[in-house]
């Protein structure tokens, strides 16, 4: 972690540099669906402009979502987590079935993403968890925290119920805008755990702020991963999920696609892989 002093030399740019990431763009074009999709995603761009979080509740149904389940079987399959105690994890399975390139170009989810940014977006990272009941414990992504990438929009799919007491993300309303030190932007300075504890302990009204990543098979969550948010590990259920991260501008990974999935999309939702300049496109 940064000393005081350290921090306080390079929390002007730090900060400059994140008001510059949350700028829009003016000359941003991009349009992904028609003028019924584009006035649903408006309410809901609002919505995620005050709060930072939108839940869509079974947004993937039907077929749709059982591709998904299946599709993601096979991503995680014999895949343990090398971090975190009963769970799987895949990080580079999108170009292994088109269910997941359908999810992840969904185009209300699009719009939605695109109103908020302002600007050209592209997937950068993406993961499928399976997390499997386990006894409670507090460590990592499973405490209070931000992402350490300033302004960046995750798309999470549950691909099972989730209930309100279950293995849930929990969400911090309002907490998106903040600008962080540099000291609170990085590494163990990101955990807001004890903060979340005193803040709760003062002003027991912050709980109505928490919101619960919970609902039926096929709900989305869009939410600003610079807000708080926690994971909870407990032993009531398991939870599946599909997760993909849009970044605007910095933070961007490799992310592999199959050249065919890519070809048969339309070229308004290539550009949204395309306009990562790591991403690789494979036969």
């Not at 002093?5 to 390079?10: A, E, N, Q, R």
């Not at 009941?133 to 119920?161: C, F, K, V």
């Given at each position: 972690?940064?000393?005081?002093?350290?921090?306080?030399?390079?929390?002007?740019?730090?900060?400059?540099?994140?008001?510059?990431?949350?700028?829009?763009?003016?000359?941003?074009?991009?349009?992904?669906?028609?003028?019924?999709?584009?006035?649903?995603?408006?309410?809901?761009?609002?919505?995620?402009?005050?709060?930072?979080?939108?839940?869509?509740?079974?947004?993937?149904?039907?077929?749709?979502?059982?591709?998904?389940?299946?599709?993601?079987?096979?991503?995680?399959?014999?895949?343990?987590?090398?971090?975190?105690?009963?769970?799987?994890?895949?990080?580079?399975?999108?170009?292994?079935?088109?269910?997941?390139?359908?999810?992840?170009?969904?185009?209300?989810?699009?719009?939605?993403?695109?109103?908020?940014?302002?600007?050209?977006?592209?997937?950068?990272?993406?993961?499928?968890?399976?997390?499997?009941?386990?006894?409670?414990?507090?460590?990592?992504?499973?405490?209070?925290?931000?992402?350490?990438?300033?302004?960046?929009?995750?798309?999470?799919?549950?691909?099972?119920?989730?209930?309100?007491?279950?293995?849930?993300?929990?969400?911090?309303?309002?907490?998106?805008?903040?600008?962080?030190?540099?000291?609170?932007?990085?590494?163990?300075?990101?955990?807001?755990?004890?903060?979340?504890?005193?803040?709760?302990?003062?002003d027991p009204s912050v709980?109505?702020?928490?919101?619960?990543?919970?609902?039926?098979?096929?709900?989305?969550?869009?939410?600003?991963?610079?807000?708080?948010?926690?994971?909870?590990?407990?032993?009531?259920?398991?939870?599946?999920?599909?997760?993909?991260?849009?970044?605007?501008?910095?933070?961007?990974?490799?992310?592999?696609y199959r050249r065919r999935?890519?070809?048969?999309?339309?070229?308004?939702?290539?550009?949204?892989?395309?306009?990562?300049?790591?991403?690789?496109?494979?036969?």
């Amino acid at each position: 972690m940064s000393t005081p002093f350290l921090s306080l030399l390079k929390t002007p740019w730090q900060i400059a540099r994140e008001y510059y990431h949350r700028r829009p763009d003016a000359s941003f074009d991009w349009s992904f669906g028609n003028e019924a999709i584009k006035a649903a995603a408006r309410a809901h761009v609002d919505e995620l402009q005050r709060s930072g979080i939108v839940l869509l509740p079974a947004h993937f149904e039907g077929a749709r979502l059982e591709r998904l389940n299946a599709a993601f079987e096979r991503a995680v399959a014999g895949k343990p987590d090398p971090h975190t105690p009963d769970a799987l994890l895949s990080e580079d399975f999108i170009a292994e079935d088109p269910a997941f390139v359908d999810a992840a170009v969904d185009e209300a989810l699009l719009e939605v993403i695109a109103g908020y940014y302002g600007k050209k977006f592209a997937i950068a990272r993406s993961n499928a968890v399976r997390l499997n009941p386990t006894p409670a414990l507090r460590d990592g992504s499973y405490q209070w925290h931000h992402d350490t990438r300033g302004r960046q929009l995750h798309l999470m799919i549950l691909l099972n119920e989730v209930r309100a007491d279950g293995q849930r993300m929990q969400y911090l309303r309002g907490s998106h805008q903040r600008y962080y030190t540099h000291a609170r932007a990085h590494s163990h300075g990101s955990r807001f755990e004890k903060d979340m504890r005193e803040a709760l302990e003062r002003d027991p009204s912050v709980r109505e702020r928490i919101v619960d990543v919970c609902g039926p098979a096929g709900t989305a969550a869009l939410f600003d991963a610079n807000g708080l948010h926690s994971g909870n590990r407990n032993a009531n259920g398991k939870r599946d999920t599909v997760t993909f991260c849009y970044v605007s501008y910095r933070h961007f990974k490799r992310v592999t696609y199959r050249r065919r999935h890519v070809d048969a999309l339309p070229a308004e939702k290539r550009r949204v892989l395309d306009f990562n300049p790591y991403a690789q496109f494979v036969d």
